[in-house]
C-alpha cells in the first residue's frame, strides 16, 4: 500500500499543483515542493520504522513477500496482468534518488518565469510518479505501462517550456524512446506468450516470467529488444543521438529530471530485466554491449569537448558517463554492477547540478554559448565554485561518489576483460579534458567588463549544498547504498547463475 | 426454372465488357452526367451476371439481386443527380477535372 | 600521539574548508594564520609522532573506517606509518609550512588570499594522505587530489587564459600517467586481491617470482603514473608551462612535494618493482634520459622559473635514477635535500620576481647581488646545493646516486654493464646542473642591474628563506632512517678516482659558469651564434621539440576530430531516415492529386494487382 | 414472428423513429424537435437492445442474424450516432436554417450499418451496405453550402458507386460458380472440388469483392478517396463516416470472414497481408507531414485499418476465433471511441464558426494556452491514436500485438512498429502546435477569437464522456475484455 500511495501521492499532487495555479503564480511550486516532500518523508518514515537487518536479507526472485515491501492488485487477469509493485534495496536507493532530485529539480525552476506553472509543476511531478513506478513495477505490462507514461509529461515539458529548438528536439526524445518502448513491448509480449505457451497461462509478472524458458535464438532477439529500449534511454552510443537535443532544450527542471533520473530508469532496466531475463542471450552479447559502453564512454567525451553549447556538453558528458553504467552491468560482476549503481546515483546529483548551473546561467545571461561567456568566476564566484565542484565529479576526482563508481565498474571490468578496461579508462582522461575545458570557457579567462549578473541565491546554495554533500559522503562512505544494493545483486546472480558464468568477486 | 439456353461463360464475357466499358467510362470521362451514366453500366452489368448466374443455377437469388441493385442503382443515381445539380450551381463546370479543389 | 596521526591532514583539510565556505569573509591575519598555522600545527605533530616513532620502530597502522567493501574488496580509510612516510610527512609539513609562511607575505596584495590558502591547504591534506596512505585506493585519491589542486593553483590567476592551458596541460598530461596507474591498481587488485600495500607486495612476493611478466606489468602501469606525477620522459611537458601559478605553488607543489610523489610511489612498492627487473632498468633509463634532456634545456631558458622547472624535472630525474638502481635511500635522500634547495631556489626566485614587478625574464635581471642581499644569499646557497658543490646537501645525495649508478652489479640483461654507463651519465647531466644553475646566479645578481626592485622582502619571507638555506646546508648530515624500510645495499667500495671526479665534476661546471656568464672570457659565441648553435638552442629552449610533437601527434587530431564530429554526424543516420521518410510522404502525396479519374483508375490498378497477387501465390 | 420481432428491434425501432421524423419534417420544420426525434431514436434504441440480448443469437429469415456480435456492433454505432447527434446540434446552429434532414439520414444511415453487422447473406450485405452509403453522401453534402463537401460527396457517391459494383460483379462470379449468397453457403461450397477453369472465376471474384471492401476500408491501394471525402466532409460527418461506416464494414468482413470460412486460403491471406503492411506503411508516410487535421485523421485510419487487418491475418494463422476476434472487436472499439473522441473536438472547435471547418494545423496553433482543457483533451485522443498507455488505443495495440506474436506474424509486426514510430511524428506534431505560443497571426488566428470556443454543456458533457471511456477503458479493460472474449461468432 505503501507502494501504491508513493506513485499517488505524486499523481494527486500533480492535479494540485495545477489546480493551485488559481490561487497564484507561486502557489503551485509550493505544493509541488511540499508534494515531494511529503512523498520523501513518507518513505524514509517508513524507513525509519524497519530493522536495518531487514536491508541485507537477499530478495528470492521467485517471492516478492521476501521484498522488503510489496503490493499485489488483480488488474487485468483476461492476460495474468496484476498491479504488482515491489522494492528492494536497489528500487529503494533509485526511488529516494528520485524524490530528493525532484525537490531540486522543482527548485531549480523556482526563479523561471514560465507561464501555466500549475501545469509545468504537474508535469515535473507526473514525470517523477511515471519513474517511481518503472522502478516498482513488478509486473512487466505494468512496467511498460509506467515506461510509457513519463514520457508524455516529460515531452510536454520540452514542448511547452523549453528552449528554441524545442520542436525537434522533443520530438526526437519522444520518437526514439517511443520507438525502441515498441521494440520492448514486442519481447515483454513475446516472453509473456512463450510463458503462456509452456504453462498455459498468461502472466506478465517479473517473478514468473524469470523462469520462463525461452529457446536460444529467440532469446537473443528478445534480449535485444529489452536491450534497445534500455539502451535508447540509457543512452548508449549510437542512440543516444536524441539526448544532446533533449537535454539542451528542456527546461531546467526537464533537463535535472531528465539526466538525474530518467535515464537511470534505462540502466536499471538493464540491470533488473535485460540480464536477469536472459542471461545466456546477455552473456552472448556482453562483447558488443561492452563496445557499446566504450564508444559511448569515449565519443561522448569526445563530443563533450567540441560542444560550445554548455548544455550541450554536459549532456554529451552523460553519454560518457552512462557508458560505465552499460560496462559495469555488462561485466556482471558485484564490483561492476555496484559501480554500475554508484554511478547512476552519482551521476544523477553531479549532472543534475551542472544542468541546474546551466540553467542558472541561461538565465543570467540569456545565452548557452560558452563562448560568450568566459571569466564568469569573477562575477559569480560562488556560482564558479560550485561548477569546479561539480566539474571535478564529473572527471571522477576521488573522494566524490562519481570516482567510487567508475573505479568500481573499471575494476570489475579488468576481471572480466582488461583490454576492454584499459580502452575505456581512457574515458578518464578526455573526461578531463572537457571538464576542464568546461570550467576554462565559462568560468575563467577574461571577464566581461561591463556585465552585471547576480550570483548564486540562498536557496540555489542550499539545493548545490545537498548535492555536494550527497556526493561527498557517496564517495567517502559510499557503504550504505553498498549494502543496501548488495542483496539485490546477490538475488540476481542466483538467477543468473545457472546459467551463465560470473566472474569476479561475489 | 429452366435455366439458362446459352452459356453462362458468354454471359459473362458480355457482362464483364460492360463492366469494362462504365470502368473505362469513370476513367476516361470528364463530365459527371457521363460518369454517373458509366456507373450505372457497372451496376447493371454486375445486375446483368446475377441474373444469368441465376438462371444457370435456376435460381429466383440473382433476379432478386439484381431487383435490389436496380434500386440501389436508382438511389444511388438520384442523390447523385442531386449532387451534379450543385455542382453546376457551386463550381460553374460539370467537368470533374475542374470542380476539384481537395488534394494532398 | 601515534593514535592522532589522522590530525595531520584533518588540520589543513578544516582549515581549508572553512576557508571555501566563508569564501574571502575573514580578515586577512585570520586566513593567514589559519593557512599557514593548521600546517604549523601539522608539522608539530609530526613532529611529535616522529620522536615517539623513532622509539617504537614498528610500523603502526591506523584504520578510520571501511571506505567501501564490495566482497573482499575493502580498502579503508587507513593510515601506515613507517619510516618512509615519517621522512616524507616531516619534508612536506616542515616545508610546507615554511612556504605558506612566505606565502602569507607573497600573496598580500592578492584578492583572492583566501581562496589561495584554502587551495594550498587542501593540497598539503591530500599531500599527506598520499604517504599516509595504507592502500593504494587511499593514495591513489591523494594523488588525485594533489593533481586537482595543482590544476588549480596553476590556474590560479584565471583570468589569463595562459594559465588556464598551462593548468589544464598540467592536469591532463598527468591524468594519462594516473591512469596508467589505475590501471594497475585493477591489475594488482585481480590478481592479488588486495590493495594494501603491505600485504600486497607480500602476496605478490610469494606469488610470483623474478621476472614473471604480471608483476611486470603491473610494475610498468605503476611507473606510468610516477612518471606522470613527477614529470619524466615522456610525460614531463607539462611542468615547465605549471610555473604559470604563483611562485610558492611552484616551490611546494613542483618541487618539493607533488612531483615527488612518483619517486615516493616507486620507492613505496619497491617489491614490486624488484620482482620486475626490466621495469627497474627502464626507471633508471627514464630517469637517465630524463636528467639529462631537462639540463640541456634548463640550460637555455630565459625563464628564472623555467630553468627552476627543467632543473627540478632533471633533478627527479636523478632520484628515479637511483631507484632504478636500487638506491631507495638515496633516491628518497635527494628527494628530501632536494625539497629543501630547490624550495629554497623558488622561494628565492619569487622573491626576486615578487621584487621585481613580476619580472621572471633572467637577462632584464643582473646586479642584484647588493640589492637584494638575502635573496642572494638564498640562492647562492640554493644554488651550490643543486649543482652539489662539496658538502652542502645536495653534494651527498647525489653523490651516493651516482656511486650507486657506478656499482650496479645486475643479473640479468643490460644491467650487467650499464653501470658506468649510468654513472657517466649522471656526471654529464652533474656537470651542466652546475653549469645552469650558476649561470642563473651570475645573470641575476652580477653585471649591471637592468631593472630595480621596489620592495624588499619582510621578515615572513626573510624567515623561511633562511631555514631553507640552513636545511640546504646541513641537509646532508641527516640520517634518514630508512634501513629497516629498504632492502640493504652494500657499502660502497669504489675506486678513490670515481670519487674524486664525482666531487670534482661540479667544481668544473661552476667554473665554466663563472668563465662563460661572469668574465665572458670564455668564446662561446663562436659556437652558439653559428646555424648548428642556433639550431640547437632552439632545440633545446622548446625542451627538444616535445611539446610539437605531442601537440602534432595527439592535441591536434583530437581537437580536430573532436571539431570535426561536433555536428553529431551519427545523427545524418538518423537524419537518413527521417529524409527516407519525408521522400516517401512527398511521393505518395503526389498520387493524391485529387483527380477523381486518377482515383478510379488506381482503384482498377488495385484490383489488377489483387488479381496478381492471388493468382501468383495460390 | 414475434421473436424475429424482438431479434431486430433495434433496427425497428430507428426505421419507425426515422418515419416519425420524416413525417414530423414533412408537417412541420422544426430543428429542436428533429433533434430530439433523432436523439430519441438512438436511445430507444439502444434500449431496445436489451430484450434483444435475451433471445440472441436469432436468425430473422436467411439475410440477418442477431447475435451477441451484432449487438455489440449495434450498440457501438447507436452510440457513435448517438454522439454525432448530440454534437451536430451545436455544430449545425451555426450554420444554416434547415437541419432537420440531417437527424434522419443519421438515422438511416445508422440503420444500414446495423443491417450489415447482421448481415449473413448478399443481399442484406448489400442493402446495408448501400443504405449506409446513400444516406451518407447525402449527409456529406448536406449541411454546408461550400465547394469542398460538395466535392466531397460527389467523389465518395462515384468512387463508392465504383467500387459496390466491383464489389457486386465479383459476388456475381462468386454466385455464378457456387450457386449460393449466403456467407456460410459460400464457404461450404468452396470446400467442394472447384473446375480448374471456373477457379480463375473465383479467383477474379474474390479479388473484385475484396477491391469493394478494401476500398470502403480505405486499404491500401484503394483509399485514395479517404483523405478528400474525410476534409470535405463536415466534422461531425466525417467522425461519423469513420466510425460507423468503417466499423459496420468490418464487422460484416468479420462476419463473412468466418462464415464464409475465407481464412483457410493461404493465398488470400498472404494477399492481405501485403495489402495491410501497405496500409501501415503507406497511411502513416502520406499523414507524415499534412497539414490538414481531417486529412491527417483520414490517413491515419488508413494505418489503423492496416493494423486491423492483422487480426484477420492472426485468424488465418491460428485457425481459431478465439483471440484474433477479441483482439479485432476491441481495436475496433478502440477506435472507435478515439476517432469519435478526437472528431468531436474538433467538431467543438469549428462550432462557432459558419462556414468552412477549422481543420488546419494552424488553426489549432497555441490552442493550448486559451483552452487548456479542450488542447489536453485533444492530446488523449490523439495519444490514445498512437497507442500511448493509460489510453483504450494502448490496449488495443497490446492486443494487435498480442494477437501477432501468437501468429508468429513477425514482418507485420515490423511494419506495425515503423507504422507506429512514423505515427508519433504527425500526432505529436498536432500535440506541439497547439502548445506553440504564438499564432502566426495569419490564416487561422483571424478565424479563430480566443474566447469563442465555448462549449455547451452538451459538448461537455460528449466529450468527457468519450475522454472518459478512453481512459477507463484504458486503465481499465478488463470488464470490456471478457465481454468481447465470450462474443461468440
Known amino acids: 500500500m505503501l507502494l501504491l500511495n508513493l506513485i499517488l501521492i505524486l499523481l494527486v499532487g500533480g492535479a494540485i499543483a495545477w489546480w493551485s495555479e488559481r490561487l497564484g503564480t507561486h502557489w503551485p511550486r509550493l505544493v509541488a515542493v511540499f508534494v515531494v516532500l511529503v512523498d520523501l518523508l513518507y518513505l524514509l518514515n517508513y524507513l525509519a520504522g524497519i530493522p536495518i537487518e531487514q536491508l541485507s536479507v537477499v530478495p528470492a526472485a521467485s517471492d516478492p513477500s521476501s521484498w522488503l515491501l510489496a503490493y499485489q492488485l488483480d488488474w487485468i487477469p483476461r492476460f495474468g496482468i496484476s498491479f504488482h509493485l515491489a522494492m528492494d534495496g536497489l528500487s529503494l536507493v533509485l526511488v529516494l534518488l528520485t524524490l530528493v532530485l525532484g525537490v531540486i529539480s522543482i527548485i531549480s525552476s523556482w526563479n523561471e518565469k514560465n507561464d501555466r506553472q500549475g501545469f509545468f509543476q504537474a508535469n515535473i511531478l507526473w514525470t517523477l510518479a511515471g519513474v517511481i513506478g518503472v522502478f516498482l513495477a513488478m509486473d512487466l505490462f505494468l512496467f511498460f505501462l509506467f515506461w510509457e507514461v513519463m514520457l508524455v509529461p516529460m515531452y510536454l515539458l520540452i514542448a511547452i517550456w523549453g528552449h528554441e529548438g524545442k520542436a525537434y528536439a522533443s520530438m526526437k526524445f519522444f520518437i526514439f524512446t517511443q520507438f525502441s518502448g515498441l521494440l520492448m513491448l514486442l519481447a515483454i509480449l513475446a516472453l509473456a506468450i512463450l510463458h503462456h505457451s509452456a504453462t498455459g497461462v498468461y502472466s506478465f509478472s517479473y517473478f514468473d516470467l524469470l523462469s520462463t524458458p525461452v529457446e536460444n535464438g529467440m532469446a537473443h532477439w528478445l534480449m535485444l529488444g529489452f536491450f534497445i529500449a534500455f539502451v535508447v534511454k540509457l543512452p548508449g552510443f549510437p542512440f543516444h543521438t536524441w539526448l544532446p537535443d533533449a537535454h539542451t532544450q528542456a527546461p531546467t527542471a526537464g533537463s535535472v529530471i531528465l539526466a538525474g533520473i530518467l535515464l537511470k530508469t534505462g540502466a536499471y532496466g538493464l540491470i533488473r530485466f535485460t540480464v536477469p531475463l536472459f542471461p545466456e542471450a546477455a552473456l552472448d552479447f556482453a562483447p558488443i554491449a561492452m563496445f557499446l559502453g566504450i564508444a559511448g564512454v569515449i565519443y561522448g567525451a569526445v563530443l563533450a569537448f567540441s560542444q560550445t553549447d554548455f548544455k550541450r556538453l554536459v549532456a554529451y558528458s552523460s553519454v560518457s558517463h552512462m557508458g560505465f553504467v552499460l560496462l559495469g552491468v555488462f561485466a556482471w560482476n558485484s564490483l561492476a554492477l555496484q559501480g554500475a549503481v554508484m554511478q547512476m546515483v552519482a551521476h544523477g546529483f553531479s549532472t543534475a547540478a551542472l544542468f541546474m548551473i546551466a540553467g542558472a546561467l541561461q538565465q543570467r545571461l540569456h545565452t548557452r554559448d560558452m563562448r560568450e561567456m568566459g571569466g564568469l568566476w569573477h562575477h559569480m564566484p560562488r556560482m564558479g565554485a560550485v561548477a569546479l565542484f561539480f566539474a571535478l565529479a564529473s572527471l571522477g576526482m576521488p573522494g566524490v561518489g562519481n570516482f567510487v563508481a567508475e573505479f568500481l565498474v573499471l575494476l570489475g571490468l579488468f576481471a572480466v576483460n582488461p583490454w576492454m578496461t584499459a580502452a575505456a579508462a581512457l574515458g578518464l582522461i578526455t573526461a578531463a579534458v572537457y571538464s576542464l575545458i568546461m570550467m576554462q570557457r565559462a568560468f575563467y579567462g577574461k571577464p566581461k567588463a561591463d556585465l552585471v549578473v547576480a550570483d548564486f541565491g540562498w536557496l540555489e546554495m542550499n539545493a548545490m549544498a545537498i548535492m555536494i554533500i550527497a556526493l561527498i559522503w557517496l564517495g567517502l562512505y559510499p557503504q550504505p547504498v553498498l549494502d543496501m544494493v548488495q542483496p539485490v545483486l546477490d538475488s540476481l546472480f542466483s538467477v543468473v547463475s545457472s546459467n551463465s558464468i560470473t566472474v569476479g568477486a561475489q | 426454372m429452366e435455366g439458362l439456353i446459352i452459356p453462362l461463360n458468354h454471359v459473362l464475357i458480355v457482362a464483364a465488357l460492360l463492366f469494362a466499358t462504365g470502368l473505362a467510362g469513370l476513367m476516361f470521362r470528364r463530365n459527371v452526367i457521363f460518369i454517373l451514366m458509366s456507373l450505372e453500366v457497372m451496376l447493371n452489368s454486375a445486375g446483368l451476371a446475377f441474373v444469368a448466374a441465376g438462371a444457370a443455377w435456376a435460381q429466383a437469388d440473382g433476379q432478386v439481386i439484381f431487383m435490389l441493385i436496380l434500386a440501389v442503382a436508382a438511389a444511388e443515381v438520384s442523390v447523385g443527380l442531386g449532387l451534379v445539380l450543385q455542382v453546376q450551381k457551386r463550381f460553374k463546370t460539370l467537368d470533374m477535372d475542374h470542380a476539384q479543389k481537395l488534394n494532398g | 600521539m601515534l593514535q592522532n596521526i589522522w590530525l595531520i591532514p584533518l588540520l589543513p583539510f578544516v582549515s581549508s574548508v572553512l576557508l571555501i565556505l566563508t569564501a574571502g569573509r575573514l580578515p586577512r591575519r585570520l586566513i593567514a594564520i589559519m593557512g599557514a598555522g593548521s600546517v604549523g600545527l601539522s608539522a608539530l605533530i609530526v613532529l611529535a609522532v616522529g620522536m615517539q616513532f623513532m622509539e617504537l620502530q614498528t610500523p603502526y597502522s591506523l584504520t578510520l573506517w571501511v571506505w567501501m567493501q564490495v566482497g573482499n574488496f575493502a580498502p579503508g580509510f587507513s593510515f601506515y606509518i613507517d619510516q618512509l612516510t615519517v621522512v616524507m610527512l616531516s619534508v612536506i609539513t616542515g616545508v610546507g609550512f615554511l612556504i605558506h609562511l612566505y606565502s602569507t607575505e607573497f600573496m598580500q596584495d592578492d584578492s583572492d588570499y583566501s581562496r589561495y590558502f584554502a587551495y594550498m591547504n587542501m593540497f598539503v591534506a591530500a599531500m599527506l594522505i598520499l604517504v599516509m596512505a595504507d592502500n593504494l585506493l587511499l593514495l591513489y585519491l591523494g594523488w588525485e587530489g594533489v593533481g586537482v589542486c595543482s590544476y588549480l593553483l596553476v590556474g590560479f590567476w584565471y583570468k589569463d587564459p595562459v594559465n588556464g592551458a598551462a593548468s589544464r596541460k598540467a592536469f591532463v598530461v598527468t591524468r594519462v600517467g594516473d591512469t596508467a596507474m589505475a590501471l594497475g591498481l585493477f591489475l594488482l587488485f585481480t590478481e592479488l586481491g588486495t590493495l594494501q600495500i603491505q600485504p600486497m607486495l607480500e602476496a605478490a612476493n610469494s606469488r610470483w617470482v623474478t621476472g614473471d611478466t604480471i608483476p611486470a606489468i603491473a610494475a610498468l602501469l605503476l611507473l606510468g603514473g610516477a612518471v606522470g606525477k613527477s614529470a619524466q620522459l615522456p610525460l614531463h611537458t607539462w611542468l615547465p608551462d605549471a610555473m604559470a601559478g604563483p611562485t610558492p605553488v611552484s616551490a611546494l607543489i613542483h618541487a618539493a612535494t607533488m612531483v615527488t610523489a612518483g619517486v615516493y610511489l616507486i620507492a613505496r612498492t619497491h617489491g614490486l618493482f624488484l620482482l620486475a627487473p626490466d621495469v627497474l632498468m627502464l626507471v633508471a633509463l627514464v630517469g637517465l634520459f630524463t636528467l639529462l634532456l631537462a639540463a640541456f634545456t634548463a640550460l637555455n631558458q630565459t625563464d628564472i622559473k623555467r630553468i627552476l622547472a627543467y632543473s627540478t624535472i632533471s633533478q627527479i630525474g636523478y632520484m628515479f635514477l637511483a631507484l632504478g638502481v636500487g638506491a631507495w635511500s638515496a633516491g628518497i635522500f635527494h628527494l628530501m635535500t632536494h625539497a629543501f634547495f630547490k624550495a629554497l631556489l623558488f622561494l628565492g626566485a619569487g622573491a626576486v620576481v615578487h621584487c621585481l614587478h613580476h619580472e621572471q625574464n633572467i637577462f632584464k635581471m643582473g646586479g642584484l647581488r647588493s640589492k637584494l642581499p638575502i635573496v642572494f644569499w638564498s640562492f647562492l646557497i640554493g644554488s651550490a646545493a643543486l649543482a652539489a658543490l662539496p658538502f652542502t646537501s645536495g653534494f651527498f645525495s647525489k653523490d651516493q646516486i651516482l656511486l650507486s649508478a657506478f656499482e650496479l652489479h645486475g643479473t640479468t640483461g643490460i644491467s650487467l654493464w650499464i653501470g658506468p654507463w649510468l654513472w657517466a651519465g649522471g656526471l654529464v647531466g652533474a656537470i651542466l646542473t652546475a653549469i645552469y644553475s650558476f649561470r642563473l646566479v651570475f645573470i641575476v645578481f652580477y653585471g649591471e642591474a637592468k631593472t630595480e626592485p621596489d620592495r624588499q622582502p619582510g621578515w615572513r619571507m626573510a624567515a623561511p628563506l633562511s631555514l631553507l638555506c640552513i636545511l640546504s646546508l646541513i641537509g646532508g648530515y641527516f640520517v634518514l632512517p630508512l634501513a629497516s624500510v629498504f632492502p640493504t645495499v652494500a657499502q660502497h667500495q669504489v675506486s678513490h678516482l670515481v670519487e674524486g671526479i664525482s666531487i670534482s665534476i661540479p667544481l668544473i661546471g661552476v667554473l665554466i659558469a663563472w668563465l662563460v656568464y661572469y668574465k665572458h672570457s670564455l668564446p662561446v659565441e663562436g659556437f652558439t651564434e653559428s646555424s648548428l648553435g642556433k639550431a640547437l638552442r632552439n632545440f633545446w629552449y622548446s625542451g627538444w621539440a616535445m611539446d610539437k610533437l605531442y601537440d602534432t601527434i595527439i592535441v591536434k587530431p583530437y581537437t580536430g576530430t573532436a571539431n570535426a564530429m561536433r555536428g553529431e554526424w551519427l545523427d545524418r543516420i538518423y537524419h537518413g531516415i527521417v529524409s527516407l521518410c519525408q521522400g516517401s510522404h512527398a511521393l505518395l502525396s503526389r498520387t493524391q492529386g485529387g483527380k477523381m479519374r486518377w482515383y478510379a483508375t488506381s482503384m482498377v490498378f488495385g484490383l489488377i494487382i489483387l488479381v496478381t497477387l492471388l493468382g501468383w501465390v495460390s | ?489
Not at chain 4, 496500409?279 to 492496416?306: E, P, V, W
Open chain 4, 1 to 489: 414472428m414475434e421473436t424475429g420481432i424482438q431479434a431486430l428491434l433495434a433496427p425497428l425501432v430507428v426505421s419507425i423513429v426515422a418515419l416519425i421524423l420524416m413525417m414530423q419534417i414533412a408537417f412541420k420544420r422544426h430543428a429542436i424537435v428533429s433533434w430530439l426525434l433523432g436523439c430519441t431514436g438512438f436511445i430507444l434504441a439502444i434500449l431496445a437492445l436489451k430484450p434483444m440480448a435475451d433471445i440472441v443469437p436469432k436468425m430473422v429469415t436467411p439475410l440477418l442474424l442477431s447475435d451477441q456480435y451484432s449487438l455489440f456492433f449495434s450498440a457501438l454505432i447507436l452510440f457513435s450516432g448517438l454522439i454525432t447527434t448530440l454534437l451536430a446540434k451545436d455544430y449545425l446552429q451555426n450554420r444554416r436554417g434547415e437541419n432537420e434532414e440531417f437527424y434522419l439520414l443519421l438515422l438511416l444511415s445508422s440503420l444500414g450499418a446495423m443491417i450489415l453487422v447482421s448481415a449473413t447473406h448478399v443481399a442484406s450485405f448489400l442493402l446495408g451496405m448501400e443504405l449506409l452509403g446513400v444516406a451518407l453522401y447525402a449527409l456529406i453534402a448536406y449541411p454546408e453550402r461550400g465547394q469542398l463537401p460538395l466535392e466531397a460527396a460527389i467523389k465518395y457517391l462515384i468512387l463508392s458507386g465504383a467500387a459496390s459494383a466491383i464489389l457486386l460483379f465479383g459476388f456475381a462470379l462468386i454466385y455464378a460458380v457456387l450457386g449460393t449468397l449466403s456467407f456460410v453457403g459460400i464457404g461450404q461450397a468452396l470446400t467442394q472440388p472447384i473446375l480448374e477453369d471456373q477457379q480463375l472465376l473465383i479467383l477474379l471474384g474474390t479479388a473484385m469483392v475484396f477491391t469493394g471492401i478494401g476500398f470502403k476500408l480505405s486499404l491500401v491501394p484503394f483509399h485514395m478517396w479517404t483523405p478528400d471525402v474525410y476534409q470535405g466532409a463536415p466534422v461531425p460527418v466525417t467522425g461519423f463516416l469513420a466510425t460507423v461506416s468503417k466499423g459496420a464494414i468490418f464487422a460484416a468482413l468479420l462476419r463473412l470472414f468466418i462464415d464464409a470460412e475465407l481464412y483457410q486460403y493461404q493465398g488470400l491471406m498472404l494477399s492481405l497481408s501485403v495489402l495491410a503492411i501497405a496500409s501501415m506503411l503507406a497511411g502513416n508516410l502520406l499523414a507524415l507531414k499534412q497539414d490538414n487535421l481531417k486529412r491527417i485523421l483520414a490517413y491515419s485510419s488508413i494505418a489503423h485499418i492496416g493494423y486491423l487487418f492483422i487480426t484477420l491475418i492472426v485468424y488465418g494463422v491460428l485457425q481459431q476465433p478465439g483471440l484474433a476476434v477479441e483482439a479485432a472487436t476491441f481495436y475496433l472499439s478502440a477506435y472507435i471511441i478515439t476517432s469519435l473522441a478526437a472528431f468531436s473536438l474538433l467538431s467543438i472547435i469549428s462550432s462557432n464558426i459558419s462556414e468552412t471547418d477549422l481543420d488546419d494545423i494552424s488553426h489549432i496553433q497555441g490552442l493550448f494556452w486559451r483552452q487548456p482543457m479542450l488542447a489536453l483533451m485533444l492530446t488523449i485522443a490523439l495519444l490514445s491514436l498512437a497507442g500511448i498507455p493509460l489510453t483504450v488505443g494502448f490496449i488495443g495495440k497490446f492486443y494487435i500485438f498480442t494477437a501477432g506474436i501468437e501468429g508468429s506474424l513477425w514482418v507485420l509486426l515490423a511494419a506495425l512498429i515503423i507504422g507506429s514510430g512514423i505515427s508519433i511524428y504527425y500526432y505529436l506534431r498536432i500535440v506541439f502546435q497547439m502548445t506553440m505560443k504564438e499564432p502566426a497571426g495569419g490564416s487561422g488566428a483571424a478565424n479563430m477569437d480566443p474566447n469563442s470556443v465555448r462549449l455547451s454543456v452538451l459538448s461537455k458533457f460528449v466529450v468527457w464522456l468519450l475522454i472518459f471511456m478512453m481512459l477507463y477503458l484504458g486503465v481499465l479493460p478488463q470488464t470490456l475484455m471478457e465481454y468481447l472474449g465470450g462474443l461468440s461468432l
